[in-house]
C-alpha cells in the first residue's frame, strides 16, 4: 500500500517542558508559586517564603522516592524542579559514590561527566511521563574572559557544564530568559536568542518574544 500524503495540524501549542533561567533572587520562585496546580519540587530552600505547593527534598534519594509517589499518581498540571543547577550536583555526587572515585573527572574518557548526563536527562525524561507540563528552573551562568588582554563575554546561558546544557536546552521546547525590567520593575522573559543570550521557543507564540512573565500567556488556552 502506497504511503498517503497527509498534512497533520499542531497536536500542541504550549510546551511541554519549559526551560527559565535567571539571576538567583529575581523572583523565579515566586512566579512558580502564582501558577495554579503546580507542584514546586524546591532542592535549595528557595520556596520556603512562598505559599503553594511545595515539597522541600534534600537529596536525591528524596527525589527519587517523590517521584515513585507521583507515579502512583498525582492531582498536577504542572511540576517544577527548582533548581536543576542541584539536580545535577545530586547526580554528580552519586556518580561518585558508585563509581568510588572523588571526583567525575577521574573516571577516564568522560564517563563520569556522561553519566552525570545520563541522570539528569533520566530525571527529566520521568518528570515528562508523570506531569501534563514540566518547568525547569536554572541559575544564570555569565562567562567572562580575557584573550589577548580583551575582555571576552560568553552568552548569557544555564549554569551547567558542556553537553549536558546543550542537550538539556535541545530537549525543552522553550528556553526563556527571566530578568526585572528596570523601568517598571516587572519580572520579564525573553524567548529571543541574540549574541549575548541563549534562548528560543517551538511554540509559535512565544518564538522571539520578550513578554511579561504571566503564565497565561506562556500557557496559553490552558484551563
Request: hydrophobic share 40%; charged share 30%; net charge neutral.
Amino acid at each position: 500500500m502506497a504511503l498517503k500524503k497527509v498534512k497533520r495540524k499542531a497536536v500542541s501549542q504550549n510546551p511541554k517542558s519549559l526551560l527559565l533561567y535567571g539571576a538567583p533572587k529575581v523572583g523565579k520562585t515566586t512566579a512558580l508559586s502564582q501558577l495554579d496546580n503546580c507542584l514546586i519540587i524546591d532542592t535549595e530552600g528557595g520556596a520556603n517564603m512562598v505559599e503553594g505547593y511545595v515539597e522541600s527534598i534534600d537529596n536525591r534519594e528524596e527525589l527519587i522516592e517523590l517521584l515513585k509517589q507521583a507515579q502512583d499518581g498525582h492531582d498536577y498540571k504542572y511540576v517544577a524542579i527548582d533548581t536543576i543547577d542541584k539536580i545535577a550536583t545530586w547526580a554528580e555526587q552519586a556518580v561518585c559514590k558508585e563509581e568510588s572515585v572523588s571526583a567525575v573527572q577521574d573516571l577516564a574518557f568522560g564517563k563520569g561527566f556522561g553519566l552525570v548526563r545520563e541522570k539528569v536527562l533520566n530525571t527529566v525524561g520521568i518528570l515528562k511521563t508523570i506531569f501534563p507540563h514540566v518547568i525547569i528552573i536554572g541559575h544564570r551562568k555569565w562567562a567572562r574572559a580575557v584573550v589577548d588582554s580583551k575582555a571576552i563575554v560568553e552568552p548569557e546561558s544555564l549554569d551547567l557544564t558542556g553537553k549536558l546544557k546543550n542537550m538539556l536546552m535541545a530537549d525543552c521546547d522553550a528556553i526563556g530568559y527571566v530578568y526585572r525590567d528596570e523601568d517598571k520593575g516587572n519580572l520579564m522573559v525573553s524567548f529571543k536568542a541574540n549574541e549575548s543570550l541563549e534562548a528560543g521557543s517551538r511554540s509559535p507564540h512565544l518564538k522571539g518574544k520578550e513578554l511579561e512573565l504571566k503564565w497565561n500567556l506562556i500557557y496559553k488556552g490552558d484551563k
